[in-house]
């Protein structure tokens, strides 16, 4: 197997195998002139197989000797020195006009804020191809009553769809992480569904969840006490981990009144 060589230790998990990068980029489905965004883009492991199929590649990368490598190696290249948790999806998206494409490897502590910048910001990208640790990976498409269903999983499948495309192995980054990972693709319909994972609701799922094993009445009381009303019987004596994603958001109306 030829491989992918890390100019520079960075001291992340560094992709080095061809072929799942090329499987990385061939997880996404990007309209003719959409736009894709590379979040991570490191030593550019996937990059140069992006920027052949799209050139106007924007990537968002933090390390400022990342980025002069890059700079150096891809000329034509837009690398933005910026931390992914500023990026403005928004401002991004009206640049090109449409919905972004985002795909990248990041480093596993900061999947979940990275996620939850994405829910909030489906208006603004239309689909995500993400490298994670599988377990994380499970949450997303967890159901009810199953241990990884939680706080991700209900997020997740109230803003779009997940799917888990491929585990990938320890022994294809270097250096060798303790973790499985995963490529996920996460597709956010183009008319959002009315749903927004964010404000009453991100409070309500939260708190549900932090005390999951308890009764809806107990672990939302203070969420209720604050809307000034109660938890209505119809779950007060259910647990978080029991309601389908679109029963938190019927519950959210009754305790934002
Ligand atoms: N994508 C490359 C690969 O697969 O080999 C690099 C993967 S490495 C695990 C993660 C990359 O994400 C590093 O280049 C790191 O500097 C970058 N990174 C880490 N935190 C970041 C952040 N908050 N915003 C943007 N890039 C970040």
């Excluded at 992918?4 to 990068?21: C, E, M």
């Excluded at 736009?35 to 030593?43: A, K």
């Excluded at 997020?155 to 495309?165: F, M, S, W, Y």
């Excluded at 597709?187 to 309500?204: C, D, H, I, N």
Aim: aromatic share 6%; charged share 25%; hydrophobic share 40%.
């Amino acid at each position: 197997m030829s491989t992918i060589r890390p100019k520079r230790s960075l001291g992340q998990n560094f992709l080095v195998d061809p072929n799942t990068a090329r499987r990385i980029v061939d997880a996404l489905a990007v309209p003719t002139g959409g736009q894709v965004v590379e979040i991570g883009p490191g030593t550019g492991a996937i990059t140069s197989l992006l920027l052949a199929r799209h050139p106007q590649l924007i990537a968002v990368e933090i390390d400022q000797r990342a980025v002069q490598a890059l700079t150096e190696q891809f000329p034509d290249l837009d690398v933005r020195h910026q931390d992914v948790l500023d990026i403005d999806w928004k401002a991004l998206a009206g640049q090109g006009g449409s919905r972004l494409h985002v795909i990248g490897n990041l480093p596993y502590h900061i999947t979940s804020p990275i996620l939850f910048s994405l829910f909030e910001n489906t208006s603004f990208v239309a689909e995500a191809v993400i490298m994670m640790q599988l377990e994380v990976a499970e949450r997303l498409i967890a159901k009810p009553r199953t241990k990884p269903y939680g706080i991700l999983s209900v997020a997740t499948q109230l803003v779009g769809r997940a799917e888990i495309l491929f585990r990938v192995s320890r022994n294809v980054f270097r250096p060798r992480p303790n973790v499985t990972s995963a490529v996920v693709r996460l597709t956010f319909p183009q008319e959002p569904s009315g749903v927004e994972y964010s404000g009453r609701l991100r409070e309500v799922v939260r708190a549900a969840f932090n005390q999951r094993r308890k009764k809806l009445r107990n672990s939302l009381a203070a969420v209720a006490e604050s809307a000034g009303v109660e938890v209505p019987d119809r779950w007060s004596n259910r647990r978080a981990e029991e309601l389908v994603p679109e029963e938190f958001v019927e519950l959210t109306r009754y305790l934002t009144r």
